[in-house]
């Protein structure tokens, strides 16, 4: 029996059953989405949008970032990454994976 791993799903094991992926079928936020997005907010007080998402299905390994900020004006988008990668180093040390999306406020 073949399994691929869809996007937003955790890898799973039972003792004694084969690996399988669980999708994450819920809308709240979870622990992980949350203090990530508690540090950016602290991080980034200038922020005007910010959206953590657990796409790992939950499991905290991966995350997609989408932040919105004044802090990023002027600045490449490297830089830009470079700041958020910084803000988050602790964090990044347990996670297999991050994509990072930044922008400046249009006004």
Same mark, same amino acid.
């Given at each position: ?34 203090? $990530?997005? &508690?540090? @950016? !907010? %602290? ?40 700041? $958020?990668? &910084?803000? @988050? !180093? %602790? ?17």
């Amino acid at each position: 029996m073949l399994i691929r791993r869809a996007e937003g799903s955790c890898l799973v094991r039972s003792p004694g059953l084969p690996f399988y992926y669980v999708h994450r079928m819920f809308a709240s936020q979870t622990e992980g989405e949350l203090k $990530v997005t &508690q540090i @950016l !907010k %602290e991080k980034f007080p200038r922020a005007t949008a910010i959206k953590v998402t657990d796409i790992s299905g939950g499991c905290g390994a991966m995350y997609e970032i989408k932040i919105e900020s004044e802090e990023f004006k002027e600045k490449r988008t490297v830089q830009q990454h470079q700041m $958020v990668n &910084q803000a @988050l !180093k %602790e964090e990044i040390k347990s996670m297999h994976g991050l994509r990072i999306f930044t922008s400046v406020p249009k006004h």
